[in-house]
C-alpha cells in the first residue's frame, strides 16, 4: 500500500527566507505526486504536479526516485504563502495524503 | 477553472437522526467522485470513491451502511451519515475528477463541518 509522509507538522520561517517542506513516499509502482494547498478558510486546491515539471507561485517540486522524495521548495517566502500544504501520492483512483505541514512566514 | 460545491457548508444534527451532504460538478461532469474525512489538525482520510450509476467503492474500515453514497448524476454525489453519533462529527470533503481532464486534475469542494450533538 502506499504511503506518504511529511516529517514537519510546522514550519516557521521570516519572509525573504528560502522554504523546503518535504515530503516522502512508499509505492511499489511508478508514482505520480502533488502538491496541495489550503489557504486560511480556503478548499483544498492543486498547487503543482510533477509531470508538469512547472513553477508555480515560486514553488519548485522535483520527484527524487532514488530518495523516494518530493519536497516542495520556494527561495524566497512570502507572507501570503502561509497555508496547509499536503503532498499527496496518486495511485489508480486513489489519492493518498500526507499528514499536511503548517507553513508559517513572520514578517 | 473547475468548481466544485457542497452543500450545506455547515449542519448540526441530533444524535441518532441522518444528515446528507451533496457534492456537485458545477461546469464540468465527473463519472468519479471521492469522499474525504478530515478531523482537526489531521490529515484527509479517503472514505469512498463514488462512481456514477454503480456502488460506491468503500476503503477499509468505513462501514458502507453507516455512510451511504449515491451518484446519481454526472454532477451530483450526495454522503448520508446515518444515525449519526458524536463521534461522527467531522470536516467531509469530496472532489471530483473532470472526465474531460486527461491529467487527471482533482477539484475539491469547500467542505462540510458536521456537527453531532
Known amino acids: 500500500a502506499q504511503r506518504v509522509t511529511q516529517p514537519e507538522k510546522l514550519l516557521s520561517v521570516f519572509k525573504g527566507a528560502p522554504v523546503e517542506l518535504k515530503c516522502n513516499y512508499s509505492y511499489s509502482g511508478s508514482p505520480e505526486l502533488f502538491w496541495y494547498v489550503q489557504y486560511s478558510r480556503q478548499r483544498l486546491q492543486l498547487l503543482l504536479r510533477?509531470?508538469s515539471r512547472e513553477s508555480i507561485k515560486g514553488f519548485t517540486a522535483d520527484l527524487n526516485k532514488g530518495e523516494t522524495s518530493f519536497h516542495l521548495k520556494k527561495p524566497f517566502a512570502q507572507e501570503e504563502d502561509s497555508a496547509m500544504y499536503y503532498c499527496a501520492l496518486r495511485a489508480g483512483n486513489m489519492l493518498t495524503f500526507g499528514g499536511g505541514t503548517r507553513l508559517m512566514v513572520k514578517p | 477553472g473547475a468548481v466544485v460545491s457542497q452543500h450545506p457548508s455547515r449542519v448540526i444534527c441530533k444524535s441518532g437522526t441522518s444528515v446528507k451532504i451533496e457534492c456537485r460538478s458545477l461546469?464540468?461532469?465527473?463519472?468519479?467522485m471521492f469522499w474525504y474525512r478530515q478531523f482537526p489538525k489531521q490529515s484527509l482520510m479517503l472514505m469512498a470513491t463514488s462512481n456514477e450509476g454503480s456502488k460506491a467503492t468503500y476503503e477499509q474500515g468505513v462501514e458502507k451502511d453507516k455512510f451511504l453514497i449515491n451518484h446519481a448524476s454526472l454532477t451530483l454525489s450526495t454522503l448520508t451519515v446515518t444515525s449519526a453519533h458524536p463521534e461522527d462529527s467531522s470536516f467531509y470533503i469530496c472532489?471530483?475528477?473532470?472526465?474531460?481532464?486527461?491529467?487527471?486534475?482533482?477539484?475539491f469542494g469547500e467542505g462540510s463541518w458536521l456537527t453531532v450533538v
Open positions: 510533477h509531470i
Open positions: 472532489s471530483a475528477r473532470d472526465i474531460r481532464d486527461s491529467g487527471n486534475t482533482i477539484y
Open positions: 461546469d464540468f461532469q465527473a463519472t468519479t
